[in-house]
């Protein structure tokens, strides 16, 4: 499918701001649908935010509403997230993901194209 690798994260304090970025190679960035999606220690892999490969929709899981952004931008075949206020409980490996002709769908197995994630830590 896709090559992607995830870059950008970090170590900051609770209120702070990151921006995670993930830079697609190997096929046509426009027709995929991305998501970024979280794994903490003990936890499952949630759904954090996604966008369709038009770019028109966006979901963002309830936790982040309001306060993550999710946007692409095609003519440099990558997708960012940016998360603001940013909370403890926000501690994890985030991972981006594509899904051909995908409308960024909250559900992991409809990606098959994953980057090795990069870890987001912050602190209290």
């Known amino acids: 499918q896709v090559d992607l690798a995830e870059s950008g994260g970090g170590l900051v304090q609770a209120g702070g701001s990151l921006r995670l970025s993930c830079a697609a190679s190997?096929?046509?960035?426009?027709?995929?649908?991305m998501g970024w999606f979280r794994q903490a220690p003990g936890k499952e892999r949630e759904f954090v935010a996604g966008?369709?490969?038009?770019?028109?929709?966006?979901n963002y899981a309830d936790s982040v509403k309001g306060r993550f952004t999710i946007s692409r931008d095609n003519a440099k075949a990558t997708v960012y997230l940016q998360m603001n206020s940013l909370k403890p409980e926000d501690t994890a490996v985030y991972y981006c993901?594509?899904?051909?002709?995908?409308?960024?769908?909250?559900?992991?197995?409809?990606?098959?194209?994953w980057g090795q994630g990069t870890q987001v830590t912050v602190s209290s």
């Open positions: 966008v369709s490969w038009k770019g028109g929709t966006t």
């Open positions: 190997g096929r046509t960035f426009g027709n995929y649908g």
């Open positions: 993901a594509a899904q051909y002709l995908g409308l960024g769908s909250p559900l992991a197995p409809h990606y098959a194209s």
